[in-house]
């Protein structure tokens, strides 16, 4: 028999009041218990936040039952937070590590359960196996432990801790807020009905920044979109943007550790652009030093990049979980995703959108320069990169057919030209002669093929495309 919960690349996701249940989600917490007791951290504290989703809250009570009932000490945010926050707050409290209860950008119907170890990032996948596991076990079993969360809170093993002013700081202390929000600038911000409502707002007012949020209250029906800050999900903001005159436009997905841009002109940015301009501002702008992370599906700029500035860089599989580790054994200076998730030294290994944001307003200040300026610059130091993405729905037995047919069926050439490497960590990463590449990757957790290209023209990508399916059979 299949388990219920299945840990996929960032956490467990199914769809509320069928597979995401109270009991299961018990049982998902019952495996965190499991686990720090194996550990020998159970003595310790686990912070425990929640995003805008239906019944977020109360899941994440319930979690916090659990725990409460293991004799494991609590810290539970009282309103939604990012992602980001509530891994940050695990290091601020020197807990043990995080329970975040969000299915990020998915859709309204799905809710999740994520998560982080003592260092605020992404489990490794050794404790997920572990905590998945243990939860099954429980889910079959029933033998989640529960204490009332009054109770819980009467005992003090659970304890309502607000994290806002210590995220704040550590943000001060990463960038001059106070001097950033004393320039005259027009931003503004889609929050996606998610939990960065207010954030930007908040650590921006005061000064001569006009923050202007579309979409900031908290509805989990996110009517009208899907919280994922992608090209198709932001023509409110690019609107908006051209209507207020703004100098930039930012989203941010279901639990903000995620962050879409549109530029001045109402232009979605593509996230291998933010990744490398972003890599451009830490290295140019502020004069740091230290590697670079991406995964196997981002951009090819941040080798250019890395040369440029004489910085090494690390390619890895999909997942913050795989980039996290690497980017603390090499104290990398940024780490990123091809999804918009990027994360940064001196703060948490893992992904957080508002700083992201804030890095990028500090860009335009210091440059003088548009978004649209920022990326002319820099295709004129790499030479112009286009990038696009194709999913793939299909059923997992024509999934397997697919991937038995590529194993099967090794290439040379690709559209003309030669195959010089051929990376299968994670799907199969054609990269070619003259230095674009094609990647086809299987999910696996859904039946699902994404298809990835990257080259010096959006003609050439989406010949690279169009090969990939015919390379799958679609």
Known sequence: ?????????????AVIAEGFTFDNVR??????????????????????????????DAFAAASAEVLAGNGIRVFLLPRPAPTPVTSYTVTALKADGAIMITASHNPADYNGFKYKVASGSSAPTEIISQIEKSANVAAEKGTA??????????????????????YERQLNHLINIEALKNNKLKIVVD??????????????????IEVHEINGVRNPLFPGIQPEPISQNLNKLARQVIRDNAAVGFATDGDADRIGIIDENGRFMTTQEVFALLAMYLLDIRKERGPLVKTLTSTDMLFQIGEMYGVPVFEEPVGFKYVAPVMIREKALLGGEESGGYGFRGHIPERDGMLAGLYFIDYIVRTGKSPSQLLANLFKKVGSHCYDRLDIHTTDEIKQQMLTKMSAAPVSKIGGQRVVKLDTRDGFRYKLEDGSWLLVRFSGTEPLVRIYAECSSMDEVQKLIQYGQEMVGV
């Open 27 to 56: 049982a998902c917490a019952q495996g965190v218990a499991d686990f720090l007791k194996v550990s020998g951290t159970a003595k310790g504290s686990i912070v425990i936040g929640f995003d805008t989703r239906f019944a977020s």
């Open 1 to 13: 028999m299949a388990p219920k919960i299945k840990f996929g690349t960032d956490g467990w996701r």
């Open 145 to 166: 432990k529960r204490l009332n969360i009054a109770e819980a809170l009467k005992k003090k093993l659970v304890t309502y801790h607000d994290p806002y002013h210590a």
């Open 191 to 208: 929050s996606m009905f998610g939990a960065g409502i207010g954030y930007f707002k908040k650590l921006l007012e005061g000064g001569q």
